[in-house]
Protein backbone atom coordinates (compact mmCIF):
# COMPACT_ATOMS: atom_id res chain seq x y z
CA UNK A 1 0.00 0.00 0.00
CA UNK A 2 1.17 3.37 -0.39
CA UNK A 3 2.69 5.16 2.36
CA UNK A 4 4.49 8.33 3.60
CA UNK A 5 6.67 8.20 6.28
CA UNK A 6 7.96 10.19 8.80
CA UNK A 7 11.03 9.39 11.01
CA UNK A 8 10.86 11.85 13.65
CA UNK A 9 7.61 12.11 15.79
CA UNK A 10 8.91 15.12 18.12
CA UNK A 11 11.61 17.05 18.04
CA UNK A 12 13.41 19.55 20.08
CA UNK A 13 15.54 22.70 18.64
CA UNK A 14 17.14 25.06 20.59
CA UNK A 15 16.55 28.72 18.57
CA UNK A 16 18.76 29.22 15.47
CA UNK A 17 19.80 25.46 14.85
CA UNK A 18 19.36 23.91 11.81
CA UNK A 19 16.36 21.54 10.91
CA UNK A 20 15.52 18.91 8.61
CA UNK A 21 12.50 16.76 8.91
CA UNK A 22 12.64 13.55 7.18
CA UNK A 23 10.14 12.20 5.06
CA UNK A 24 9.64 9.02 2.50
CA UNK A 25 7.36 7.76 0.20
CA UNK A 26 6.52 4.07 -1.28
CA UNK A 27 5.18 4.98 -4.86
CA UNK A 28 7.46 4.32 -7.63
CA UNK A 29 5.46 6.58 -10.14
CA UNK A 30 4.73 10.07 -10.82
CA UNK A 31 4.52 12.05 -7.32
CA UNK A 32 3.18 15.46 -6.11
CA UNK A 33 5.01 16.42 -2.62
CA UNK A 34 3.78 18.71 -0.33
CA UNK A 35 4.49 19.88 3.46
CA UNK A 36 2.09 21.34 5.28
CA UNK A 37 2.39 22.97 9.08
CA UNK A 38 -0.20 23.47 11.96
CA UNK A 39 0.81 26.17 14.54
CA UNK A 40 -0.58 25.75 17.63
CA UNK A 41 -4.46 26.54 17.71
CA UNK A 42 -4.25 27.08 13.73
CA UNK A 43 -5.42 25.36 10.35
CA UNK A 44 -3.69 22.77 8.28
CA UNK A 45 -1.67 25.34 5.75
CA UNK A 46 0.58 24.48 2.96
CA UNK A 47 4.06 25.49 3.54
CA UNK A 48 5.44 24.36 0.08
CA UNK A 49 4.58 21.59 -2.80
CA UNK A 50 7.15 20.15 -5.53
CA UNK A 51 5.15 19.25 -9.26
CA UNK A 52 7.78 19.19 -11.35
CA UNK A 53 11.38 21.08 -12.54
CA UNK A 54 14.04 22.32 -9.79
CA UNK A 55 13.46 19.28 -7.00
CA UNK A 56 14.27 22.22 -4.36
CA UNK A 57 11.45 23.51 -3.64
CA UNK A 58 11.48 26.93 -1.56
CA UNK A 59 8.37 27.85 0.44
CA UNK A 60 6.97 30.68 3.21
CA UNK A 61 9.37 31.85 5.92
CA UNK A 62 12.51 30.31 4.71
CA UNK A 63 11.83 26.51 4.49
CA UNK A 64 12.88 24.42 1.42
CA UNK A 65 12.57 21.02 0.81
CA UNK A 66 14.16 18.49 -2.06
CA UNK A 67 12.85 16.03 -3.66
CA UNK A 68 15.44 13.18 -4.28
CA UNK A 69 13.52 10.48 -6.74
CA UNK A 70 15.94 7.48 -5.74
CA UNK A 71 15.83 7.69 -2.79
CA UNK A 72 12.04 8.52 -2.64
CA UNK A 73 12.23 10.81 -0.41
CA UNK A 74 10.70 14.66 0.47
CA UNK A 75 12.93 16.01 3.60
CA UNK A 76 12.32 19.87 4.82
CA UNK A 77 14.62 22.09 6.17
CA UNK A 78 15.50 24.98 7.73
CA UNK A 79 18.76 26.96 7.90
CA UNK A 80 18.02 28.27 11.42
CA UNK A 81 15.02 27.74 13.16
CA UNK A 82 12.43 30.48 15.10
CA UNK A 83 10.42 29.80 18.36
CA UNK A 84 7.81 30.65 16.21
CA UNK A 85 7.92 27.74 13.99
CA UNK A 86 6.96 25.49 16.99
CA UNK A 87 3.99 23.28 15.00
CA UNK A 88 3.57 19.70 13.36
CA UNK A 89 4.80 19.34 10.37
CA UNK A 90 2.89 16.60 7.55
CA UNK A 91 4.57 15.71 5.08
CA UNK A 92 1.78 14.59 1.82
CA UNK A 93 2.22 12.95 -1.47
CA UNK A 94 -0.28 13.13 -4.08
CA UNK A 95 0.35 9.81 -6.27
CA UNK A 96 -0.17 10.33 -9.88
CA UNK A 97 -2.60 7.23 -10.30
CA UNK A 98 -5.01 6.28 -7.78
CA UNK A 99 -7.50 8.35 -8.14
CA UNK A 100 -4.68 11.39 -6.73
CA UNK A 101 -5.91 10.83 -3.16
CA UNK A 102 -3.52 12.86 -0.70
CA UNK A 103 -1.78 10.06 1.72
CA UNK A 104 -0.37 12.00 4.71
CA UNK A 105 2.40 10.95 6.87
CA UNK A 106 1.53 11.00 10.31
CA UNK A 107 3.30 14.45 11.47
CA UNK A 108 6.32 15.37 13.01
CA UNK A 109 6.05 17.75 16.32
CA UNK A 110 8.65 20.44 16.64
CA UNK A 111 9.28 22.29 19.37
CA UNK A 112 12.02 25.11 19.61
CA UNK A 113 13.31 26.69 22.39
CA UNK A 114 13.60 30.08 23.15
CA UNK B 1 -16.76 32.46 2.06
CA UNK B 2 -12.97 32.50 1.85
CA UNK B 3 -12.11 29.22 3.74
CA UNK B 4 -13.11 25.98 4.47
CA UNK B 5 -16.40 26.40 6.84
CA UNK B 6 -16.83 23.19 9.62
CA UNK B 7 -19.71 22.92 12.07
CA UNK B 8 -19.72 22.48 14.85
CA UNK B 9 -16.52 23.49 16.48
CA UNK B 10 -17.22 21.51 19.15
CA UNK B 11 -19.69 18.71 19.99
CA UNK B 12 -20.12 16.52 23.20
CA UNK B 13 -22.24 13.53 22.51
CA UNK B 14 -23.36 10.41 24.81
CA UNK B 15 -22.44 7.65 23.63
CA UNK B 16 -24.62 5.56 21.42
CA UNK B 17 -26.02 8.97 19.85
CA UNK B 18 -25.96 9.98 16.06
CA UNK B 19 -23.77 12.96 15.10
CA UNK B 20 -23.54 15.17 12.17
CA UNK B 21 -21.00 17.02 11.29
CA UNK B 22 -20.97 19.78 8.13
CA UNK B 23 -18.09 21.02 5.79
CA UNK B 24 -18.70 24.21 3.23
CA UNK B 25 -15.73 23.82 0.70
CA UNK B 26 -14.22 26.97 -1.07
CA UNK B 27 -16.53 27.32 -3.75
CA UNK B 28 -15.27 26.15 -6.81
CA UNK B 29 -13.15 23.23 -5.21
CA UNK B 30 -13.80 19.86 -6.40
CA UNK B 31 -12.00 17.90 -4.57
CA UNK B 32 -13.02 17.56 -0.76
CA UNK B 33 -11.35 15.13 2.23
CA UNK B 34 -12.40 14.27 5.13
CA UNK B 35 -9.71 13.30 7.75
CA UNK B 36 -9.79 12.00 11.64
CA UNK B 37 -6.88 13.52 14.10
CA UNK B 38 -6.81 11.64 17.41
CA UNK B 39 -5.18 12.97 20.53
CA UNK B 40 -1.06 13.66 19.73
CA UNK B 41 -1.98 11.52 16.30
CA UNK B 42 -1.51 12.53 12.58
CA UNK B 43 -3.91 12.33 10.16
CA UNK B 44 -6.25 9.28 9.63
CA UNK B 45 -7.82 9.66 5.94
CA UNK B 46 -11.58 8.94 6.12
CA UNK B 47 -12.93 9.35 2.85
CA UNK B 48 -12.02 11.74 -0.77
CA UNK B 49 -15.04 13.17 -2.74
CA UNK B 50 -13.65 14.19 -6.54
CA UNK B 51 -16.36 16.23 -8.42
CA UNK B 52 -18.91 13.87 -10.15
CA UNK B 53 -16.75 10.37 -9.48
CA UNK B 54 -17.71 7.86 -6.99
CA UNK B 55 -16.13 8.82 -3.82
CA UNK B 56 -13.20 7.06 -2.05
CA UNK B 57 -14.56 5.38 1.45
CA UNK B 58 -11.83 3.04 1.94
CA UNK B 59 -10.66 5.15 5.11
CA UNK B 60 -13.86 4.77 6.53
CA UNK B 61 -13.31 2.96 10.12
CA UNK B 62 -16.93 0.97 10.24
CA UNK B 63 -20.21 1.17 9.11
CA UNK B 64 -21.01 3.42 11.19
CA UNK B 65 -19.53 5.83 9.41
CA UNK B 66 -20.69 7.50 6.29
CA UNK B 67 -20.85 10.90 4.17
CA UNK B 68 -22.26 12.57 1.57
CA UNK B 69 -21.49 15.39 -0.54
CA UNK B 70 -24.04 16.73 -3.47
CA UNK B 71 -21.62 17.63 -6.34
CA UNK B 72 -19.44 20.30 -5.61
CA UNK B 73 -21.07 21.39 -2.36
CA UNK B 74 -21.38 20.64 1.20
CA UNK B 75 -20.48 17.75 2.91
CA UNK B 76 -21.63 16.18 5.84
CA UNK B 77 -19.88 13.50 7.43
CA UNK B 78 -22.20 11.29 10.12
CA UNK B 79 -21.31 9.04 13.17
CA UNK B 80 -24.27 6.31 14.19
CA UNK B 81 -24.10 4.86 17.48
CA UNK B 82 -21.15 6.91 18.56
CA UNK B 83 -18.41 5.09 20.75
CA UNK B 84 -15.76 7.05 23.12
CA UNK B 85 -13.00 6.19 20.32
CA UNK B 86 -14.86 7.98 18.05
CA UNK B 87 -13.37 11.20 19.86
CA UNK B 88 -10.66 13.35 17.86
CA UNK B 89 -11.06 16.40 15.67
CA UNK B 90 -12.93 15.73 12.28
CA UNK B 91 -11.29 17.54 9.90
CA UNK B 92 -12.61 18.82 6.24
CA UNK B 93 -10.22 19.79 3.32
CA UNK B 94 -10.42 21.00 0.02
CA UNK B 95 -9.27 21.52 -3.10
CA UNK B 96 -9.18 22.91 -6.74
CA UNK B 97 -9.52 20.69 -9.85
CA UNK B 98 -6.99 18.48 -10.88
CA UNK B 99 -6.13 20.55 -13.58
CA UNK B 100 -4.73 23.23 -11.33
CA UNK B 101 -2.51 20.92 -9.78
CA UNK B 102 0.48 22.81 -11.85
CA UNK B 103 0.12 26.02 -10.34
CA UNK B 104 2.60 26.76 -7.34
CA UNK B 105 0.03 27.48 -5.28
CA UNK B 106 -2.15 24.64 -5.51
CA UNK B 107 -2.83 23.11 -2.27
CA UNK B 108 -5.64 21.59 0.02
CA UNK B 109 -7.15 24.33 2.21
CA UNK B 110 -8.25 22.63 5.58
CA UNK B 111 -10.92 23.71 7.60
CA UNK B 112 -10.43 24.65 11.27
CA UNK B 113 -12.15 21.38 12.53
CA UNK B 114 -14.92 19.49 14.40
CA UNK B 115 -13.55 18.59 18.04
CA UNK B 116 -16.19 15.84 18.88
CA UNK B 117 -16.57 14.19 22.42
CA UNK B 118 -18.16 11.35 23.21
CA UNK B 119 -18.74 10.59 26.60
Known amino acids: AQSVSQHNHHVILSEAASLELGCNYS??????LFWYVQYPGQHLQLLLK??????LVKGIKGFEAEFIKSKFSFNLRKPSVQWSDTAEYFC????????????FGAGTRLFVKA | GAGVSQSPSNKVTEKGKDVELRCDPI?????LYWYRQRLGQGLEFLIY????????KSGLPSDRFSAERTGESVSTLTIQRTQQEDSAVYLC?????????????????FGSGTRLTVV
Open chain 1, 92 to 103: AVIPGTGGFKTI
Open chain 1, 27 to 32: YGGTVN
Open chain 1, 50 to 55: YFSGDP
Open chain 2, 27 to 31: SGHTA
Open chain 2, 49 to 56: FQGNSAPD
Open chain 2, 93 to 109: ASAPPLRDIINPNYGYT
